[in-house]
């Protein structure tokens, strides 16, 4: 298909899966993060395509802006651009600093701002295009209390990516936007998130649902690229969840705290 794919927070976890399974059906790869040797061997790992990697921070719009202008020197041109890197926190609402809010919208809000921004254009001229932003699960039912502000950051990139997505299909019908809200995925989100004092197992925070491989979230990620959809639940079991928390939140609430 000769696409270009951008994909940030593609040095380990979700990100990394992601690159493998696009390089394994033949796209051309844009790697981005910060840690230049995670990206060396996820790039290695997949060379059986072109690989162009951009040591960069997407809390920084300027980073972001470099990113695209790389990625279309490399290349000519970007066909899709998953804003996936992210962070958590282990943090209750009442013990919430303004730095933690700030970094929560930093690096899970404004990071895949700066990519829709930076890249939306370029898809403009072109007439085609496909955003993927990775969300969470918490986004839609925020009842992992220590997760607090990045559920919040994650709701708030849900609604800017479901506004950009009704404002381009009026004037740019050819341009994509998707939504993937994956539930639990085992990788190392945990032991990186802010506050964490270390591994914490996929599940622990409560989850009826059972955790995913980065992999297996990497495989639905690819099929959405290969067909588009506005908002994907990676985890089969999230419809089901969703729909009984929007149906009655009281009454979810008081079931999830007995379960826990
Ligand atoms: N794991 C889960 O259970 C889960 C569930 C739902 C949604 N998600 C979402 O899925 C995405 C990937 O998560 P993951 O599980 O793969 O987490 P992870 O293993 O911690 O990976 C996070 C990635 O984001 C990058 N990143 C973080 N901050 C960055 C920054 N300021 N600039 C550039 N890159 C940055 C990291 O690279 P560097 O450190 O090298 O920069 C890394 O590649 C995130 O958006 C996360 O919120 C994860």
């Known amino acids: 298909m ?14 990394a899966a992601i690159a493998r399974e696009l390089a394994r059906r033949g796209d051309k790869l844009v790697l981005a993060a910060r840690t230049r040797d995670a990206l060396e061997d996820v790039a290695s790992a997949s060379s059986n395509t072109r690989v162009h990697i951009v040591t960069a921070d997407v809390t920084q719009r300027g980073d972001v802006e470099r990113i695209r202008d790389e990625a279309i020197r490399a290349f000519g041109y970007v066909d ?6 992210g962070r958590g926190i282990v943090r209750p609402v009442l ?28 898809f403009m001229e072109r007439g085609r295009g496909h955003i993927v932003n990775m969300s969470s699960f918490l986004a839609r039912v925020p009842v992992a ?7 919040a950051a994650k709701a708030a990139l849900n609604s800017l990516t479901a506004n950009l997505r009704v404002d381009l299909r009026r004037t ?14 085992a990788t190392e989100f945990a032991r990186y998130a802010r506050g964490s004092t270390g591994p914490v197992p ?23 690229i290969d067909d588009p959809a506005a908002e994907v639940y990676t985890n089969p079991a999230s419809h089901a ?6 149906a009655d939140v009281a009454l979810f609430e008081s079931e999830a705290e007995s379960r826990s």
């Open 241 to 246: 969840v969703a729909a009984r928390y929007l």
């Open 145 to 151: 209390t220590p997760r607090s502000a990045y559920s």
């Open 2 to 15: 000769d696409r270009t794919v951008v994909i940030t927070g593609a040095s380990r976890g979700i990100g």
């Open 172 to 185: 740019h019908p050819g341009i994509n936007v998707s939504l993937v809200m994956p539930g639990l995925v």
């Open 80 to 85: 899709v651009w998953i804003n996936n890197a």
């Open 202 to 224: 996929p599940g622990a925070i409560g989850s009826p649902m059972k955790p995913q491989t980065a992999e297996e979230v990497a495989v639905i990620v690819a099929d959405v």
């Open 95 to 122: 013990a919430l600093t303004d730095e933690d809010v700030d970094e929560m919208v930093a690096t899970n809000v404004k990071s895949a701002l700066y990519g829709m921004q930076a890249i939306v254009p370029h």
